[in-house]
């Protein structure tokens, strides 16, 4: 019998890797995937846990997406960017929600820093005003077919600047705008603190 | 009374009025009304003092929307470029004789936001302050005995900013143009008229 059972333990070690990661059991946000991208098979799709499901879309067919996810996610939370400087890139991410379902989507898709260029969602969801306001005034993508672009929540002279991006020079700028009687020194007053 | 200072701050009309003066400093040290610019998170710490706990209305302390009313200019917390302004204007609404009570370390040096472009870093480059509370925030205790101090002060007469904003009036004057551009009150005071 021991002799039996050991190769046993060593069989069940080896199926280990080969199965693929688990699946969800069938759950509404797998469906809600496999519909969404059974319409949509240019975009990848997954789920994340419970009630959270990401896609990551190509971004010349963004508008298109979300006109179709539209349809399930009746509701655009927010519309956040990540700066990845070395990449050279923006990542958008359209957050939506599902009231019908109660879920969370994450839309990520990712544009050249140069020339940032994304068009308007606002005629799906027309709460994209504001968050495209935020997001060009902040990191300077224009959001074509917008009409209320410009200066937004901060000074004019840092609307130029877009202070959120990763390459500002944030040290720089305080110390030209507000003196540089503010540094950090310790007691000896040699060592940089912070 | 030849031996207090700061003994001619208020011209009178009549002379002889100047005898009511310590009359006059008891009353305003015991009326403060506060004109309470929630900045920051200091605007948190104000229901505690105001309530059951620490209630500030024990020393004749008490809210007050109006800046025309107000005594005591509560300053609780950051201050940005855009609040800064109407920090200014809010400030040279208020009669005489005015002070200024500012909560935390971000107005004094910046405190956390020491390197964000923008916190305005030290606040008595633009306006006079008179009594600074240090801390992150400061527990209603410190606060109290901010209030106590201020009060302190407007007995013997050292709460001056009122007085030292009209001497220094060009040096406040320069940092904040500085810091705004020329012209900045005739153009974004004239957008504020209708509340003024």
């Known amino acids: ?194 | 009374m030849s031996e207090r200072k700061n003994d001619d701050f208020i011209s009178y009309e009549l002379q002889e009025f100047k005898l009511f003066e310590p009359l006059f400093r008891w009353a305003r040290k015991k009326s403060l009304w506060i004109v309470a610019f929630c900045t920051g998170c200091g605007g948190i710490e104000m229901p505690p003092l105001a309530t059951a706990r620490y209630d500030f209305e024990r020393f004749g302390i008490m809210p007050n929307p109006a800046p025309r009313m107000g005594d005591l200019f509560l300053i609780t917390g950051y201050v940005t470029p855009k609040t800064l302004k109407r920090i200014i204007i809010t400030y040279e609404m208020m009669q005489d004789p005015k002070y200024v009570l500012m909560h935390g370390s971000c107005p004094i040096n910046g405190g956390v936001y020491w390197d964000s472009y923008n916190v305005v870093k030290q606040l008595d480059k633009y306006i006079p302050i008179d009594v600074a509370i240090a801390g992150c925030m400061p527990r209603p205790e410190a606060v109290m005995d901010g209030i106590m101090e201020i009060m302190r002060k407007i007995e013997d007469g050292t709460a001056d900013g009122w007085k030292r904003y009209k001497e220094n009036y060009e040096y406040y004057r320069k940092n904040q143009d500085e810091l705004f551009g020329e012209g900045w009150r005739e153009k974004d005071a004239r957008r504020w008229l209708a509340w003024i």
């Open chain 1, 1 to 194: 019998m021991d002799m039996n059972e050991k190769p046993k333990v060593e069989e069940k070690v080896q199926e280990v890797p080969e199965v693929e990661a688990p699946k969800l059991p069938d759950t509404k946000e797998e469906k809600l995937v496999a519909e969404i991208l059974k319409k949509a098979p240019y975009a990848e799709g997954s789920v994340r846990r419970e009630r959270r499901v990401e896609f990551k879309v190509p971004a010349d067919r963004i508008k298109e997406f979300l006109e179709l996810a539209s349809e399930k996610f009746e509701m655009l939370i927010q519309i956040s960017v990540v700066d990845w400087l070395k990449e050279g890139e923006f990542e958008l991410v359209y957050q939506l929600w599902s009231v019908s379902e109660s879920v969370h989507a994450f839309v990520k898709t990712r544009i050249p820093r140069e020339n940032a260029k994304m068009p308007t969602v606002m005629d799906i969801w027309p709460v994209a005003e504001t968050y495209e306001r935020e997001a060009h005034e902040f990191f300077g993508i224009v959001f074509e077919g917008n009409p209320r672009l410009g200066p937004f929540i901060l000074e004019p002279r840092e609307y130029e600047k877009h202070p959120l991006r990763k390459d500002f020079n944030m040290i720089g700028y305080v110390k030209t705008i507000y003196g540089e009687d503010f540094d950090r020194y310790d007691e000896s007053k040699t060592n940089y603190v912070i």
